[in-house]
């Protein structure tokens, strides 16, 4: 199957401090890919659709500015948590849909846990 | 009402019955329909996806697709203690958008 890699897997910053997570497709292309949060005992909530070569869409209630999307190539998507704050800690993860294959079957990363301080 | 509902459980089976997983969708325009499964502190997989009303089977594993209703469900025959996680049922294509509604998940614990 396919595989989307997401780094780090794991973060503790302090307050104020940005984080950088990657996103990357290893063996396919991806046109799309998606942001998630996921609070303890909660399901998925889309944060953001990363598209390549152009601007994310984001959800309502979601800060464009606070939460940087890049997705600068078919096979990586970048999230940055500008200013982390307490309550952004949470568990984000990754998906992407392989370009072309029309299946609708999201590959997900192994998410990355984010505490701030 | 949320767009794709599901019960949060706990759902407690014995081993070796079957699980039965639910998950009711609010808009009639919905095109595809996927069953994922997430352990603890893990990301989701993809369990069985289903696009036409009837059954689909795969192993253990049957989803059940009602479009009139709109309910799909997902059996787990001869369930085994390592099913144990939350089902998350996810939702593709309402009203023509191409974004992943994804219910609130069913924890499911197989009694060993």
């Known amino acids: 199957g396919a595989v989307v890699s997401q780094h780090p897997s794991w973060v503790i910053c302090k307050s104020g401090t940005s984080v950088k997570i990657e996103c990357r497709s290893l063996d396919f292309q991806a046109t799309t890919m998606f942001w998630y949060r996921q609070f303890p005992k909660q399901s998925l909530m889309l944060m953001a659709t990363s598209n390549e070569g152009s601007k994310a869409t984001y959800e309502q209630g979601v800060e464009k500015d606070k939460f940087l999307i890049n997705h600068a190539s078919l096979t990586l998507s970048t999230l940055t948590v500008t200013s982390a704050h307490p309550e952004d800690s949470s568990f984000y993860i990754c998906?992407?849909?392989?370009?072309?294959?029309?299946?609708?079957?999201?590959?997900f990363g192994e998410g990355s846990r984010l505490t701030v301080l | 009402q949320k767009e794709v509902e599901q019960n949060s459980g706990p759902l407690s089976v014995p081993e070796g019955a079957i699980a039965s997983l639910n998950c009711t969708y609010s808009?009639?325009?919905?095109?595809?329909f996927f069953w994922y499964r997430q352990y603890s502190g893990k990301s989701p997989e993809l369990i069985m996806f289903i696009y036409s009303n009837g059954d689909k089977e795969d192993g253990r594993f049957t989803a059940q697709l009602n479009k009139a209703s709109q309910y799909v469900s997902l059996l787990i025959r001869d369930s085994q203690p390592s099913d144990s996680a939350t089902y998350l049922c996810a939702v593709n294509g309402a009203s023509g958008t191409y974004k992943y509604i994804f219910g609130t998940g069913t924890r499911l614990k197989v009694l060993a």
């Open positions: 808009d009639r325009g919905s095109q595809s």
């Open positions: 998906s992407a849909e392989r370009g072309g294959a029309n299946t609708g079957e999201l590959f």
